[in-house]
């Protein structure tokens, strides 16, 4: 009787979190569709002659719904994440799920500033014997909203979400630690920008505060790249506590 004994190759360990970078990842570079804003809300800043009925609002409702979905992306990113980061620090988890919904609660502020305006401008220019003067005030007046909503949101609280969630990700080294210095490094100098605007230091275009932006803005989407492509390290997966060992 002959035994015939077979060689079993072992299969590398699978990296059960895999779904889970892969939609972290997807999550981030959705939140860059709102950079042609830009471009799209540049009417409204042009002047008066948009609340009095000039040009089209086709651009300024894409770019509004543009922020919603940046809104629900930057959520989801700390939904999605939540369940690794928590078996790091509950206390930095929390904090970045919390950032991350207070960003969206104001960009879903700023959006209801612009669909406003475009209400403005279709419902009321056009009634006769509405008040030009009083048009280009509320517009003003929305607009500045806008913008103090955008400080407050996409500039302000991505420094606490590259603070806390990096502070997870280079404890853990779930990814290149060059990927959350960055972050950890830009989170300062654009608070110091944001710092700066608020009291009127600096302007919200000046070059300084394009500058301060850049670190963060390559920080988050180098994290969206790496996460979808590579995910996160499997070493560093091994290597997380269990979901019951964290309280």
């Known amino acids: ?32 569709v709102s950079v042609p804003t830009l471009i799209l809300f540049q009417p409204v800043r042009d002047g008066a002659e948009f609340v009095l009925g000039a040009g089209s609002s086709t651009g300024v409702l894409w770019g509004s719904f543009s922020e919603v979905v940046v809104a629900l992306a930057g959520i989801g990113t700390a939904v999605v994440l939540y369940p690794v980061t928590r078996r790091v620090s509950e206390t ?11 960003e969206g609660s104001l960009i879903i502020v700023g959006v209801v500033s612009m669909v406003t305006l475009t209400t403005l401008r279709d419902d009321v220019a056009g009634t006769p014997g509405a008040d030009p003067g009083s048009l280009v005030t509320n517009g003003h007046t929305l607009v500045a909203t806008y913008d103090w909503t955008f400080l407050l949101s996409q500039s302000l609280m991505p420094v606490f979400n590259a603070l806390c969630l ?16 960055l972050g950890l490094i830009g989170a300062p100098l654009l608070l110091a920008s944001d ?53």
Do not use: C, H, Q
Not at 166 to 181: I, W
Not at 196 to 215: L, Q
């Open 1 to 32: 009787m002959t035994t015939t004994e077979r060689t079993v190759t072992a299969r590398p360990p699978s990296n059960s979190l895999r779904r889970t970078s892969l939609a972290a990842g997807i999550l981030y570079l959705t939140t860059f």
């Open 166 to 181: 990096g502070y997870v990700l280079y404890r853990s080294g779930l990814v290149p630690r060059v990927l959350p210095v």
């Open 195 to 247: 710092i700066a605007i608020f009291f009127g230091v600096i302007d919200r275009v000046s070059p300084f505060a394009a500058v301060a932006f850049i670190p963060i803005a390559v920080w988050e989407l180098a994290l969206g790249v790496y996460l979808t492509v590579k995910g996160f390290r499997p070493s560093a997966v091994a290597a997380l506590p269990s979901a019951r060992a964290v309280r």
């Open 92 to 102: 930095a988890a929390l904090g970045f799920v919390t950032a991350r919904v207070l």
